[in-house]
T-cell receptor, first 112, second 112 residues
Framework: AQSVSQHNHHVILSEAASLELGCNYS??????LFWYVQYPGQHLQLLLK??????LVKGIKGFEAEFIKSKFSFNLRKPSVQWSDTAEYFC??????????FGKGTTLSVSS | DAGVIQSPRHEVTEMGQEVTLRCKPI?????LFWYRQTMMRGLELLIY????????DSGMPEDRFSAKMPNASFSTLKIQPSEPRDSAVYFC??????????FGAGSRLTVL
């Protein structure tokens, strides 16, 4: 069955700490991979995406993610987090034109 | 573009009442999705449409839920009768040629 697993439910960091959020998926065939962010009280917004090509993709606000096909992973990273990065982060997987399957989300809390 | 527009933003109703949530996708987007977000289950796909045709409604919880897309610019999600366990945030999203899902602000439903 198709699924997306996010390893961390809640991550707490201090400002300037480095961040890595894990995402593994189970999906047959070629996939598109996404990270979405949901700030408190807001809707989901696209952070970055991978369709093909360079497996290291850069998104907005200094985030990046690396697609490792052999590990079925698409981990999100940021070298130095800020208080404003406090949000919930969702990994999602899908094929072109079809619905995305989302992970359960990781809540990131950044203290100043 | 105004993005994906959902209404109402908040709805409080009593058990047994009919609830209708509305969505206007981004103009030119051919696919529309309804997701439900709860603390316990995360983001679940309820149903999606391609070119106004329902493609996959396997996520619709039960017969109390129904969705329609009478034209390319409007969709409804109806719950009749509503139950307290239906309380959640319901998101509508649309997908265009760039293969990126764009979400609306969501409709927060509380069933008492």
């Amino acid at each position: 069955a198709q699924s997306v697993s996010q390893h961390n439910h809640h991550v707490i960091l201090s400002e300037a700490a480095s961040l890595e959020l894990g995402c593994n998926y189970s999906y047959g065939g070629t996939v598109n991979l996404f990270w979405y962010v949901q700030y408190p009280g807001q809707h989901l917004q696209l952070l970055l995406k991978y369709f093909s090509g360079d497996p290291l993709v850069k998104g907005i606000k200094g985030f990046e993610a690396e697609f490792i096909k052999s590990k079925f992973s698409f981990n999100l990273r940021k070298p130095s987090v800020q208080w404003s990065d406090t949000a919930e982060y969702f990994c999602a997987v899908g094929q072109a034109g079809t619905a995305l399957i989302f992970g359960k989300g990781t809540t990131l809390s950044v203290s100043s | 573009d105004a993005g994906v527009i959902q209404s109402p933003r908040h709805e409080v109703t009593e058990m047994g009442q009919e609830v209708t949530l509305r969505c206007k996708p981004i103009s030119g987007h051919n696919s529309l999705f309804w997701y439900r977000q709860t603390m316990m289950r995360g983001l679940e796909l309820l149903i999606y449409f391609n070119n106004n045709v329902p493609i996959d409604d396997s996520g619709m919880p039960e017969d109390r839920f129904s969705a329609k897309m009478p034209n390319a610019s409007f969709s409804t999600l109806k719950i009749q009768p509503s139950e307290p366990r239906d309380s959640a945030v319901y998101f509508c999203a649309s997908l265009g040629g760039a293969n990126v899902l764009t979400f609306g602000a969501g409709s927060r439903l509380t069933v008492l």
